[in-house]
């Protein structure tokens, strides 16, 4: 049930998406429930500024962005993520430009964000200028296809015309057409944790 990605930031990231996994109930007691073992002792002294995960929410069959819409969870606690499911439904026309969604989830086979969207057009960018791609997200790459033909940026001044495309890339967004879909899910989110776990509990953890 959990598919593995490679985040740069992150390191290995894990995307549960299951249709039969459905909460009936609110409460604790009737979502998911999950222990993390971060390993911290194989964290990377001097590079790893903190001990945690990331976890994001997102809605299944769109792609998750752990660097834009994470949240902070951290070692040794107990952290509990109380959502709410909004459903969104913009008008077009008059009341401002939308996005239908229907051509994106045929071209890349996933569902749209706007997010999703300015990642490609940022990458497409960066191919037309830089004559190469950025590596640093892989599931952008995976569905656009991007095969062993195109060459990834590694040199000075391929990483350089990146850094550029990225810097100004707030001027060109205007030009990617990535309007806010017509139709989306979000999730409203109320995060609260405590120290994890207890000394009794802790001891008997040690002992299985």
Same mark, same amino acid.
């Given at each position: 049930?959990?598919?593995?990605?490679?985040?740069?930031?992150?390191?290995?990231?894990?995307?549960l998406?299951?249709?039969?996994?459905?909460?009936?109930?609110?409460?604790?007691?009737?979502?998911?429930?999950?222990?993390?073992y971060?390993?911290?002792?194989?964290?990377? %002294? +001097? =590079?790893?500024?903190?001990? $945690?995960? *990331?976890?994001? !929410?997102?809605?299944?069959g769109?792609?998750?962005?752990?660097? #834009? %819409? +994470? =949240?902070?969870?951290t070692a $040794?606690? *107990?952290?509990? !993520?109380?959502?709410?499911?909004?459903?969104?439904?913009?008008? #077009?026309?008059k009341?401002?430009?939308?996005?239908?969604?229907?051509?994106?989830?045929?071209?890349?086979?996933?569902?749209?964000?706007?997010?999703?969207?300015?990642?490609?057009?940022?990458?497409?960018?960066?191919?037309?200028i830089?004559?190469?791609?950025?590596?640093?997200?892989?599931?952008?790459n995976?569905?656009?296809?991007?095969s062993?033909?195109?060459?990834?940026?590694?040199?000075t001044?391929?990483?350089?015309?990146?850094?550029?495309?990225?810097?100004?890339?707030?001027?060109?967004?205007?030009?990617?057409?990535?309007?806010?879909?017509?139709?989306?899910?979000?999730?409203?989110?109320?995060?609260?944790?405590?120290?994890?776990?207890?000394?009794?509990?802790?001891?008997?953890?040690?002992?299985?």
């Amino acid at each position: 049930n959990f598919t593995r990605r490679h985040s740069p930031t992150y390191g290995n990231c894990y995307t549960l998406q299951n249709d039969k996994f459905i909460s009936r109930k609110s409460g604790p007691a009737e979502g998911l429930e999950m222990i993390l073992y971060l390993e911290t002792n194989q964290y990377m %002294e +001097g =590079i790893t500024s903190g001990k $945690g995960a *990331q976890v994001v !929410i997102h809605e299944q069959g769109t792609l998750p962005f752990p660097d #834009d %819409e +994470g =949240i902070a969870v951290t070692a $040794g606690e *107990q952290t509990m !993520i109380g959502l709410k499911q909004i459903q969104i439904k913009r008008l #077009d026309g008059k009341y401002g430009p939308c996005k239908s969604v229907d051509d994106f989830m045929q071209k890349y086979k996933i569902k749209y964000t706007r997010n999703t969207c300015l990642k490609i057009c940022q990458q497409n960018l960066i191919m037309q200028i830089c004559q190469c791609y950025d590596e640093i997200y892989q599931d952008i790459n995976d569905v656009m296809k991007i095969s062993d033909k195109n060459s990834p940026c590694r040199n000075t001044s391929q990483l350089t015309c990146v850094t550029r495309v990225k810097w100004t890339f707030d001027d060109n967004a205007k030009s990617c057409a990535c309007d806010s879909p017509c139709s989306e899910k979000v999730y409203g989110r109320s995060v609260t944790s405590r120290m994890w776990p207890s000394d009794s509990v802790a001891v008997s953890m040690f002992r299985l």
